[in-house]
């Protein structure tokens, strides 16, 4: 089985700024070592193995935050070592297709978020870089005491040389050393933040706290003043209270003794108001039955010059029509008739003939409009309502104004409520040109 060592190494804009071994990265995992070149970042960070030839064998290409102190994010629980073992093959570093795990190729599927993409055809490779990083080795990995000799490590059953175990141990614990010391420096100065911090956040709440105390005491000076005042308007809407009773009942008793009153008053004015009416009507009674007499003997000389006149044209008819209208003209007979638009017309004794030809053109032409155009008008005055079609076929219908002259009407207009005077289509195709007779 191959040796590898463990490696973390970050990225920036400009390439690999940062490189630590998996101790180095557990510790700032676990917040005893900040990073404060990554304040308030998001970091492309690599997780790599590399074996004892200096190739990379397999990487995780992660993304980790850091907050405004460069404490790394303590919920941050990426399987690192776990993915390596099971990520899909890669592209070949120098030792054979590495296994790589990135957000397109996450063997976790519920960590992809977690990690980012390299840039394949892109000037700068970040999977290049990994494996000069690997190569040139700032990380001493597999070298001797005097970092001069690349060892390669072998699984075999021959010892390792004593010297070379010695080199190593001694150079491990002097690592550790270190480690611890530069640990306990951390801590000290942790702990020295820690306490300032809490002085002020205890100092900050001493202050909440008197100032809590001083708003809640004025709350209650307030609750009493507010619970007095209370007690005051109550025994005040009590007296108002009773004082409006006593009020409510007088003014009962005086109400009922002006009602009491007004009865008898408009009892008083309705039998007056009934005897004068009934007087009234009997004189117009009287009134109207003298009148009713007087139409019937009107009614009976009527009849009886309607008889003669009966008599009069049975006689004249037994000539000829010419002699008859001489005849009655002979006798002042005037010819008249009413037409709406023209009110009563004197028919002429020569145009009497031409009147009951044609009655309608007669009377058009007294309006000086043409029989048409008077026949759209009669239908306008006698129904006064908008005749463009709706969208079912049928007449819109809608109130409009009615023209009373003949000659002031206007076809598609005059017979048009206001939405269908401007509609094209609901106006007719041609209007009616005034004539005249």
Not at 125 to 145: G, I, P, S, Y
Not at 216 to 244: C, D, P, T, W
Not at 300 to 326: F, M, N, V, Y
């Amino acid at each position: 089985m191959n040796k590898f060592a463990e490696a973390v190494m970050f990225f920036n804009t400009k390439g690999i700024c940062k490189q630590m071994l998996m101790s180095e990265f557990e510790a700032v995992l676990d917040g005893v070592v900040h990073l404060e070149e990554f304040k308030t970042q998001t970091v492309k960070g690599a997780y790599v193995q590399i074996d004892a030839n200096l190739h990379v064998t397999a990487a995780v290409l992660f993304l980790l935050d850091f907050d405004r102190e460069g404490m790394a994010d303590r919920s941050w629980n990426v399987p690192l070592k776990h993915m390596s073992s099971v990520a899909d093959k890669g592209p070949n570093l120098g030792a054979g297709p590495i296994r790589l795990a990135t957000r397109t190729n996450c063997p976790v599927n519920w960590h992809h978020a977690s990690l980012w993409d390299y840039r394949q055809n892109a000037s700068v490779n970040e999977l290049v870089l990994l494996k000069a990083a690997a190569k040139r080795n700032r990380l001493r990995l597999f070298t001797d005491v005097n970092n001069t000799t690349v060892v390669k490590l072998v699984q075999n059953n021959e010892p390792e040389p004593t010297q070379l175990a010695a080199a190593r141990a001694i150079k491990a614990v002097k690592l550790h050393e270190e480690k611890l010391v530069k640990l306990a420096l951390q801590s000290k100065e942790e702990i020295a933040r820690l306490k300032q911090q809490f002085s002020h956040e205890l100092a900050r709440y001493k202050q909440e706290l008197a100032l809590a105390k001083q708003a809640n005491e004025q709350l209650a000076n307030k609750n009493r003043a507010l619970v007095m005042k209370l007690e005051n308007q109550k025994q005040q809407f009590q007296e108002s209270r009773n004082e409006m009773t006593q009020l409510l009942k007088e003014i009962e008793q005086q109400s009922r003794a002006e009602l009491a009153t007004m009865q008898q008053q408009l009892e008083f004015q309705i039998r007056t108001k009934v005897r004068s009416a009934t007087q009234e009507l009997k004189e117009q009674l009287r009134a109207k039955e003298v009148e009713q007499e007087y139409l019937e003997e009107l009614d009976k000389q009527q009849q009886t010059e309607i008889k003669d006149l009966h008599k009069e044209i049975a006689r004249l008819q037994s000539g000829s029509p010419h002699q008859l209208l001489d005849q009655l003209a002979a006798k002042g007979v005037i010819f008249v008739a009413y037409h709406p638009g023209v009110g009563h017309v004197t028919i002429p004794l020569n145009e009497v003939e031409r009147y009951l030809e044609d009655n309608i053109a007669y009377v058009a032409a007294k309006c000086f409009v043409s029989k048409e155009h008077y026949l759209k008008w009669r239908r306008h005055y006698e129904s006064s309502r908008c005749e463009a079609a709706g969208e079912d076929g049928k007449s819109c219908g809608q109130p409009v104004k009615r023209i009373d002259m003949p000659g002031q009407f206007i076809d598609g207009d005059s017979n048009r409520c206001e939405h269908h005077k401007n509609d094209k289509e609901s106006a007719p195709n041609n209007v009616t040109d005034l004539q005249l007779a």
